[in-house]
């Protein structure tokens, strides 16, 4: 499975409808400071389900959406389609009955966010765990921002750790262990108050 496409449409300085193709092999962004390389990388980490506005460098998440230029008025909402390219069927369990994935992220003012994986509503949680299970996702370690390399550099053992976790493919497994010790303490709760009852009977 390969990222094969992303298209931006009122994110960030992308106005209009902007694709960027991603073909085999190296793909370079070349341009003048300020023409939105960065912003390029932030759409893929946004439609990957990231969620902070610090690493969105903006002080909200719909800060994300168009803020308008002189000749543009802002725009409503902003969107984010990827599309991937998996003809060797290698996507996680459970996307991985179509040649083409295609996620879409779309935030609207005063709404929020909702994504979209081929064609039907999906949770922020199922885009997270797509990607996790891919090996990348938004906080993917592939994904190398300025600064990245001297903050690598300096890092300490358990931050290295993550990094070679992502590698081997377990990052998912740590959201569902979450998942299942939140569970495990609801079904404590539970039990709990059954005691309670049956001691109130007693
Ligand atoms: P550099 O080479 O200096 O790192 P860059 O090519 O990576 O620059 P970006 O940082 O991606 O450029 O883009 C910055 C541009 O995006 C700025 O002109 C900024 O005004 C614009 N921008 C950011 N957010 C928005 C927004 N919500 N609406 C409109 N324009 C925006």
Redesign the pocket.
């Known amino acids: 499975m390969h990222f094969s496409k992303l298209r931006l449409t009122g994110f960030?300085?992308f106005?209009d409808p902007t694709d960027l193709i991603i073909t085999d092999g190296l793909t370079g962004v070349v341009?003048?400071?300020?023409?939105?390389?960065?912003?390029?990388l932030?759409a893929l980490r946004w439609v990957m389900g990231e969620n902070r506005p610090s690493i969105m460098?903006?002080g909200g998440m719909e800060?994300?959406?168009?803020?308008?230029?002189a000749s543009r008025p802002?725009r409503n909402f902003a969107e984010v389609v990827c599309h991937m390219d998996n003809s060797d069927r290698l996507a996680p369990a459970g996307f991985n009955d179509a040649d083409h994935l295609e996620v879409i992220r779309r935030i609207t003012r005063d709404v929020g966010s909702a994504y979209k994986v081929n064609g039907k509503d999906a949770r922020a949680k199922d885009v997270q765990m797509l990607f996790a299970d891919a090996s990348t996702g938004a906080h993917s370690q592939a994904l190398v921002s300025?600064g990245k390399i001297t903050d690598l550099i300096n890092a300490k053992p358990k931050a290295r750790r993550k990094i070679l976790e992502e590698a081997a493919g377990i990052s998912g497994l740590y959201q569902r262990r979450h998942e299942a010790e939140l569970k495990l303490k609801g079904a404590e709760t539970n039990l709990a108050r059954v005691d309670d009852v049956i001691e109130q009977l007693a």
């Open positions: 960030k300085s106005v341009g003048p400071n300020g023409c939105g390389k960065s912003n390029l932030e460098r903006g800060d994300v959406i168009f803020a308008g230029a802002a300025q």
